[in-house]
């Protein structure tokens, strides 16, 4: 499980989380919503150690992200990371980008990083694409390679970034709904999103962060249905 507790993070003087709380238990489904600049990205960053914290503890699995001895490419192996784009190599097909992580990073045997690759790139439906370059698929076929990317990793934990801010309208749909079948499949993860009808029907739990602060947690029915704090009822307001 992911155990956040009390984390403070400034970028200079500008203090961007200011407390944040959130264990995140395996299998569970956790999204963030909340206005531009609410520290949603920097929490994630943090949790996979890409950013250092001031103060507070993040651990995985009971192994403290920022403790010295971690040793964080062995942690990051276990959380996948995808962000609202991924520049693919352009040199490289489909199938080559997907298995140059685990080839790299976690020294896979090609036969087998290739195996992986294959399986990853078919459960999110780009089977036909391997053998393509990254500049002639589309924006969600882009994405949707991304994940597979991560997926070949193996992790045990993914993390979202607004992975369809960057689209078209029409290929949302289709990115949405391989996060969706993820989650149905049971891994745990965190997704940042601004796309409140997925949030409402994925999530285990939502969270909305306002100004640094987690300031308000539930399941989609209590935070779409009944939100508490009066800056979740604008910010719902806002884009509903
Ligand atoms: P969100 O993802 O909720 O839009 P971010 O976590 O990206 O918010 O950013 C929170 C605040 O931290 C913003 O004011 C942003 O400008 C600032 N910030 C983010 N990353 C950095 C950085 N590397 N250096 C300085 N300021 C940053
Ligand atoms: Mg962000």
């Known amino acids: 499980m992911i155990e956040i507790e009390n984390v403070r993070k400034s970028f200079g003087p500008l203090q961007v989380l200011k407390g944040i709380d959130l264990t995140v238990n395996k299998g569970e489904v956790v999204t963030i919503i909340g206005g531009s600049g609410s520290g949603k990205s920097t929490l994630l960053t943090c949790i996979n150690g890409l950013e250092p914290i001031d103060s507070g503890r993040i651990k995985i699995d009971g192994t403290e992200v920022h403790a010295k001895s971690t040793n964080l490419n062995t942690l990051r192996q276990k959380i996948g990371i995808v962000f609202q784009q991924w520049n693919a190599f352009p040199h490289l097909t489909v199938l080559e980008n997907v298995m140059l992580a685990p080839r790299k990073v976690k020294g896979v045997p090609k036969a087998e990083a290739e195996a992986m690759a294959v399986k990853q790139l078919t459960h999110v439906g780009l089977g036909e694409k391997l053998a393509v370059y990254p500049s002639r698929l589309s924006g969600g076929q882009q994405q949707r390679m991304a994940i597979a990317r991560a997926l070949a990793m193996e992790p045990e934990y993914m993390l979202f970034d607004e992975v369809t801010s960057a689209l078209d309208p029409q290929l949302v749909g289709e990115v949405l709904d391989t996060l969706k079948m993820l989650a149905e499949e049971g891994m745990t993860m965190i997704c940042v999103t601004h796309e409140m009808a997925f949030a ?7 969270a909305f962060f306002h100004q640094g602060v987690m300031a308000e947690i539930g ?6 249905g009944a939100p508490q704090h009066p800056e979740t009822q604008k910010f719902l307001s806002s884009v509903r």
Do not use: G
């Open 200 to 206: 409402r029907d994925v999530s285990d739990r939502v």
């Open 219 to 224: 399941t989609p029915e209590q935070l779409f």
